[in-house]
């Protein structure tokens, strides 16, 4: 059973800063390694994905902002989230796969495994 753990959502303010975590069975044979997000009431939206050799994607909302980066000695990706905003409060999802397209174009259909989510509020 291929599964993924996401660690470290919370509660802060606007402006402090986060550090996502995710790990899990799926890591050591995927290409593409993900961050996606919901919020209440809205749909599921991509945030960064990163590649095997490090090359990034990032929605335009957290450019600047967010960076994902991938430990492939220890399976880990990392979020980490600065300058966070009110509307960044989501349940924050980790994802892995192995469509280039999935990476490209932060299509979250092209993920097939995901972890159970980990709730970000900022107020």
């Known amino acids: 059973h291929v599964q993924l753990v996401e660690s470290g959502g919370g509660s802060v303010q606007a402006g402090d800063s986060l550090r996502l975590s995710c790990t899990g069975s799926?890591?050591?044979?995927?290409?593409?390694w993900a961050w996606f997000r919901r919020a209440a009431g809205k749909e599921r939206e991509g945030v960064a994905t990163?590649?095997?050799?490090?090359?990034?994607r990032y929605a335009d909302s957290v450019t600047g902002r967010f960076t994902i980066t991938y430990d492939s000695a220890k399976y880990i990706t990392y979020l980490q989230m600065n300058s966070l905003k009110d509307e960044d409060t989501a349940v924050y999802y980790c994802?892995?796969?192995?469509?280039?397209?999935?990476?490209?174009?932060?299509?979250?259909?092209?993920?097939?495994?995901w972890g159970q989510g980990t709730q970000v509020t900022v107020s």
């Open positions: 990163i590649d095997r050799y490090g090359g990034t």
């Open positions: 994802a892995a796969g192995s469509s280039w397209a999935g990476w490209s174009f932060l299509r979250a259909d092209q993920f097939p495994y």
């Open positions: 799926a890591y050591s044979f995927a290409r593409y």
